[in-house]
Nanobody, 123 residues
Framework: QVQLVESGGGLVQAGGSLRLSCAASGLTFSSYALGWFRQPPGKERELVATISGSGRSTYYVDSVKGRFTISRDNAKNTLYLQMNSLKPEDTAVYYC????????????????WGQGTQVTVSS
């Protein structure tokens, strides 16, 4: 059974930083591309960043480019999202997700999901 568990969310001031983690089990970790999604209050879920199984290819939505970095440690079965220069509009529930599909930059291919972790950025 595939399980994804996020951690690291919390309340931070604008301009601050957080690092989210996602621990995976029940899958051959390096065979899956991984992604971070977020859902702000009253809005639909949005793809934020993705990373290929090897970690060599990444994708970011324009609004987080230069501020967020996605990475993975395949030896630890863990996905990370380093978030710097946080803005109030980054406030959302953040989810990690996994796919064995090839087009990992497309949100619709993700099939396994974590429970989410709340990130709140105060102004």
């Amino acid at each position: 059974q595939v399980q994804l568990v996020e951690s690291g969310g919390g309340l931070v001031q604008a301009g601050g930083s957080l690092r989210l983690s996602c621990a995976a089990s029940g899958l051959t970790f390096s065979s899956y591309a991984l992604g971070w999604f977020r859902q702000p209050p009253g809005k639909e879920r949005e793809l934020v960043a993705t990373i290929s199984g090897s970690g060599r290819s990444t994708y970011y939505v324009d609004s987080v480019k230069g501020r967020f970095t996605i990475s993975r440690d395949n030896a630890k079965n863990t996905l990370y999202l380093q978030m710097n220069s946080l803005k109030p509009e980054d406030t959302a529930v953040y989810y990690c997700a996994a796919t064995d599909g090839r087009d990992f930059w497309l949100g619709r291919v993700y099939k396994y999901w974590g429970q989410g972790t709340q990130v709140t950025v105060s102004s």
